[in-house]
């Protein structure tokens, strides 16, 4: 019984003074960072991320006092890989903490999910938005990587040096009849259709169309063609692939035929002949030229001999050229081209 009293006596004293059993049951109060920087708020961006899966997804940057998870990692592997492209995320905010925590507010384009998930150190490296652990920048430092929504994809030879019809004109909006400013889901952005008459395409049935570049969406996995209407310059964008079918090469007389010129010699280097074609109300096609894009970027006429661009000047540029506007079947018309230099 002496014993006893004793040993609880020692122990008493241990508590008191704060020795190893104290260290073992003493609740410690709970450490919260707290924000000391954040950046300007946006409602929509066209920065666009995917998530990894490997971070929780917060009301509230995670370490701060108050955060409630919003979308588990579980069910932020399963955004990273849907098909649906609504569910890629964009950038929205920049929170960093006096932990030297970074985080970002994100959301879905359709903005249904919306929180805030790390993004590492701010010894980090940064790209962009997006900080990585490896210089490669193949490792992500928090819960997101960078993300393109839409992947060129490069043209066949009928495709780049083709002339083509629409293959469905119409009304449908599914994207196989009209011309869109985007494919469909590629940003949070409403995506317009890109035609004087938008509730069909049956107008333009005759008109002829070039095509100057493809994408496939890198969720959905299919591909979109971007085409130039040659019949009616406010008719350009995206359509399926698939839309469109090719038109059979015509003769000089049944065409327009397109001789490029290079402007500092006056020599013919190449031609090409374009299918006429006619829209409503008339029966001449508008090769008309835009002076907005530079000389590289400058694809709305096609089959441009290797190794040359467009003369690019208000003077020599095609649009200026007599005959050039409103020309008739059977035309012989001339387009001002130079020599593609390695600045170009």
């Known amino acids: 019984m002496l014993k006893h009293k004793w040993l609880t006596g020692l122990l008493t004293v241990g508590l008191l003074a704060g020795g190893i059993g104290a260290s073992s049951i003493t609740a410690q109060a709970k450490s919260y960072a707290k924000v000391i920087k954040t950046s300007y708020p946006l409602v929509i961006s066209s920065t666009y991320l995917n998530v990894t899966g490997k971070k929780a997804l917060y009301n509230k940057p995670g370490t701060t006092k108050g955060a409630k998870v919003v979308k588990t990692t579980a069910q932020l592997k399963q955004y990273a890989a849907s098909k649906r492209g609504m569910d890629s995320f964009m950038y929205l905010r920049t929170a960093t903490t006096n932990r030297h925590s970074v985080y970002l507010k994100i959301a879905t384009f359709d903005h ?21 652990k490896d210089a490669a920048h193949t490792v992500p430092a928090g819960g997101v990587t960078s993300f393109r929504t839409v992947t060129p994809s490069p043209l066949t030879k009928d495709e780049a040096t083709g002339f083509y019809h629409l293959a469905n004109p119409g009304t449908a909006n599914d994207g196989t009849a009209k011309v869109y400013s985007t494919p469909f889901e590629t940003g949070p952005f409403e995506v317009e259709i890109n035609m004087p008459n938008k509730v069909s395409s049956a107008d333009y049935a005759n008109d002829v169309f070039v ?88 694809t709305q006429y096609m089959n441009i001999p290797a190794g040359y661009i467009p003369a690019y000047s208000e003077d020599d540029g095609f649009g200026s050229q007599p005959g050039a506007q409103n020309v008739s079947k059977g035309s012989v018309v001339t387009y001002y081209v130079q020599k593609k230099t390695n600045s170009n």
């Open 112 to 132: 249904k999910v919306q929180g805030w998930i790390y993004n590492g150190k701010t010894t980090d490296i940064s790209v962009g938005y997006v900080r990585y």
């Open 211 to 298: 095509i100057n570049a493809a994408e496939t969406r890198t969720r959905q996995g299919d591909r979109w063609l971007s085409v130039q209407d040659l019949s009616n310059r406010r008719i350009a964008g995206v359509i399926r692939d698939g839309s469109l079918k090719k038109i059979a090469p015509v003769s000089a007389q049944d065409g327009v035929t397109v001789n490029y010129v290079e402007r500092s010699t006056g020599q013919k280097v190449g031609s090409v002949i374009v299918p006429f074609g006619t829209t409503v109300g008339k029966t001449t096609m508008d090769f008309g030229y835009e002076f907005d894009t530079a000389p590289s970027q400058s």
